[in-house]
């Protein structure tokens, strides 16, 4: 088992910046890739970005691209997402996820589905307005 704990929301005002962390406990090792989900009220849960842990190779939604950065510490089992230039339209519950899966980082697409992961964090609330 994984247990993810999602820190480092809040509320900031347009153009402001955000750093998100999740950390990771129990069995590690078996987690081959994290991404960060987020949720707004009425939508879909959607990708904003995944990382091979063996590697830190990243993948981003087109949405935040060039704005919001991931990153992982090994030695201390956390990712991050460094967020800047935020936006209104950020504004949501932002998920931790890992999976297991060998073929969950094959392809962006894949990555950001959901259900291809089996653990998840509690989430943390991200507010952009004026």
């Known amino acids: 088992q994984v247990q993810l704990e999602e820190s480092g929301g809040g509320s900031v005002q347009p153009g402001g910046s955000l750093r998100l962390s999740c950390t990771a406990s129990?069995?590690?090792?078996?987690?081959?890739?994290m991404t960060w989900f987020r949720q707004a009220p009425g939508k879909e849960r959607e990708g904003v970005a995944s990382?091979?842990?063996?590697?830190?190779?990243?993948y981003y939604a087109d949405s935040v691209k060039g704005r919001f950065t991931m990153s992982q510490d090994n030695a201390k089992n956390t990712i991050y997402l460094e967020m800047n230039s935020l936006k209104p339209e950020d504004t949501a519950m932002y998920y931790c996820?890992?999976?297991?899966?060998?073929?969950?980082?094959?392809?962006?697409?894949?990555?950001?589905?959901?259900?291809?992961?089996?653990?998840w964090g509690q989430g943390t609330q991200v507010t952009v307005s004026s």
């Open positions: 996820a890992a999976s297991t899966s060998w073929g969950t980082w094959t392809s962006a697409t894949r990555s950001f589905r959901p259900a291809e992961y089996i653990y």
């Open positions: 129990g069995d590690t090792g078996s987690t081959l890739a």
């Open positions: 990382i091979r842990l063996a590697t830190g190779y990243t």
